[in-house]
């Protein structure tokens, strides 16, 4: 039986600035976790552009990505900085490996739904990449949900899925393709995985582990007990990721 393909949407490189047991900063902690738990590939965003410098930290993992073929990577941006940030993505849009843009509005001290992200979204709606976007708390679900159906031509990633808030995801979904799920959380719930799956026939789903935060194999265990089909689980581990972000097939 060929082995499963996973491909990783949400990870990070770099120290976090409070306690934890994955603090190495280094890459080699992320291949360590990725062959520990049989990830062919994962999409990257640096902590430190995410905490407190954002070009620096792109800048430094644009120099990882470009040695290791089975990482690909997100820019980091700041709705603060809108200039700033759009230099970026640019900046990056034809550098091998930058697959898409990552926003943590906890760290922007922005909510999704103030202006700012407004204008950060309706500029990354023109350049079409993947967004990745962490989502806690109902407030910020429903202003994400606000923004999907505004830019139905960008797609976006809800990070954590809302978290205790995964629930009006979920029902709206079917009627936002272009809006897509992860469910790495320290809670591992394997319902709200089931729920969506079941919602969208597993094509709005993606694996995400919030490595290296947490070890992989956490939320892969939630995964894995979610009930689905073969074909779901095959879109949910792998295919969507391939299609939404437009990679080739890496080697199980």
Sequence with gaps: MAERLIIDVH??????????????????????????SGIALSILSSTRAIVNNMEAGNAELAGVLARYANLRGYVVVNPRRLADSLHEVDRYAARPGFVGVKIHPH???????SQPMVA???ELAERGRPVLIHTWGESEVGALVDLAARHPGLPIIAGHAGADAWRP??????RLPNLYLEFCYSVPLRERIERAVAA??????LFGSDATLFDPAYG?????AAPMT?????????LNALALFHLSQPAP
């Design 120 to 122: 950060l979204f309706a």
């Design 11 to 36: 990870t990070h490189i770099g120290s976090w600035p409070f306690p934890g047991r994955y603090q190495g900063g280094d890459v080699c902690l992320n291949l360590e976790l990725m062959q520990r």
């Design 200 to 205: 969208t026939d597993g094509r709005q789903v």
């Design 230 to 238: 073969a074909e779901q689980r095959e879109r949910v581990m792998s």
């Design 220 to 224: 892969l265990a939630a995964y894995n």
């Design 107 to 113: 760290y922007c001290q922005t909510s999704i739904g």
């Design 169 to 174: 995801l979920v029902e709206v979904a079917p």
